[in-house]
DNA sequence: GATAGAAGTGTTATACTGTAACAACCCTGC
DNA sequence: GCAGGGTTGTTACAGTATAACACTTCTATC
């Protein structure tokens, strides 16, 4: 079994720049591959979503779209949102109903996020061992398995020692 | 490592009346244990989302309560829902905005859930194992954890084989 | 038992999240 | 060009959740 494979860390310090330039590379690539549209809009959306690592949530898309010269209303932003989701190119965040970029869209995979309630920073993590065991619970229990939802609340070790002072 | 452990599997056939005084008797003895009050209006919260085992929203908690002679407004509900959850007697489905009974609440676990996406069903499984995996992966991320979500869609085998009909 | 404080519930209003339905537009292949 | 499907715009509304404050009920203490 291959170790888990941290997706997204926190707080990496890095040239986020970088970040958003190869997610969009990526997702054209995988539009490509999938022989989907990557339109304007949906572009503009996903850059959105990597604005940042935290969870964005639909209506912020819709604020900042309008900032952007667009008159969208609610529908806009789910319609592209849904549509970067299938395509693997975000997750969504139940427990928080928002959306995070997937840093490796290509492989189809089922994720694990560890999310900061304080930060927001989300960290996205693979591991097989947690998909096995509750793969092997659904064979189990007669489950025909569709998706996964797997999402670790706490504190990070930042916010964790700023609490400290 | 003790096996996983079903806490409520799929349509188990079973005397439900049966369940649902257990879940009451159940909810007492916890209360008393906590020091909180069991009162009537959560008493009648409980009952609602025990009438059955799939996951009960909130304002259809609302409609119900209408129904037995009460005019409660949608905080009535949340604030009776949140009550429950705080004292384990009742998980939260974040994937569904709803609620379903705990049928340990005695115990301090978190649950992984599997749904069916057809017919509603849950089963509450406790498998040490993936609590496990998850708990190291939040150590290897600095995360200090205060709950974990999992929940897992998919077809039960009954709503699978009325399919193939 | 009176009485203050805490906990619980009622009530109004409003914010946030998400979708149905239909119109208009645009792209692609014929 | 011109169908036809996919995409976006637009209006309206459904569903989920909380803030703020009033009122009641319970509990502890005198
Ligand atoms: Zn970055
Ligand atoms: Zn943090
Ligand atoms: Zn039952
Ligand atoms: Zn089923």
Redesign the interface.
């Known amino acids: 079994m291959p170790p888990?494979r941290?997706i997204a860390?926190?707080h990496g310090e890095h040239n986020h720049r970088k970040c958003l330039d190869q997610a969009m590379q990526r997702a054209e690539a995988a539009c490509l591959q999938q022989g989907v549209r990557l339109t304007e809009l949906r572009r503009q959306v996903l850059s959105l979503v990597w604005e940042n690592h935290s969870p964005t949530r639909a209506y912020d898309i819709l604020a900042r779209l309008k900032e952007k010269g667009r008159r969208p209303a609610p529908p806009t932003a789910y319609r592209a949102l849904e549509f970067l989701r299938s395509a693997g190119l975000v997750h969504r965040i139940?427990?928080l109903n928002a959306y995070v970029g997937c840093a490796d869209p290509m492989v189809g995979h089922s994720s694990?996020f560890?999310i900061?309630?304080r930060c927001d920073a989300v960290?996205e993590?693979h591991?097989t061992?947690?998909t096995e065991?509750?793969t092997r619970?659904?064979e189990?229990?007669?489950?025909?398995?569709?998706?996964?939802?797997?999402?670790?609340?706490?504190?990070?070790?930042?916010c964790?020692h700023n609490d400290q002072t």
Chains 1, 2 share one sequence.
């Open positions: 888990p941290v860390p926190f139940e427990s694990q560890f900061c309630d960290a993590v591991d061992g947690v065991h509750l619970n659904a189990r229990l007669g489950l025909h398995t569709a998706r996964h939802t797997v999402e670790i609340h706490g504190i990070c070790t930042r964790y």
